[in-house]
């Protein structure tokens, strides 16, 4: 089937006391909402499928690294 990927401009930002489950479903719904907002605003109609992940080390959540280099190190304090 045909399909087109989004990635929608959603505040990622997790709230106090948020756990990373709780924190993963509202950021995949936030995405998909986005997503089919923008479908309906252009007229058109559309399946969703929203998601996103996170991760942890040691209880604590990682987030983007932004660089290669804070990739790297996240991958070795990992590994």
Do not use: C, H, N, Y
């Amino acid at each position: 089937l045909p399909f087109a990927v989004a990635r929608p401009d959603v505040d990622e930002t997790p709230q106090p006391g948020d756990p990373l489950p709780t924190l993963a479903v509202r950021l995949a719904r936030a995405k998909a909402e986005a997503v089919l907002a923008g479908a309906e605003a252009g007229g058109g109609a559309a399946w969703v499928i929203g998601s996103d992940q996170v991760a942890e080390r040691d209880g604590e959540p990682l987030g983007k690294p932004g660089t290669a280099e804070r990739a790297v190190a996240q991958l070795g304090a990992m590994s």
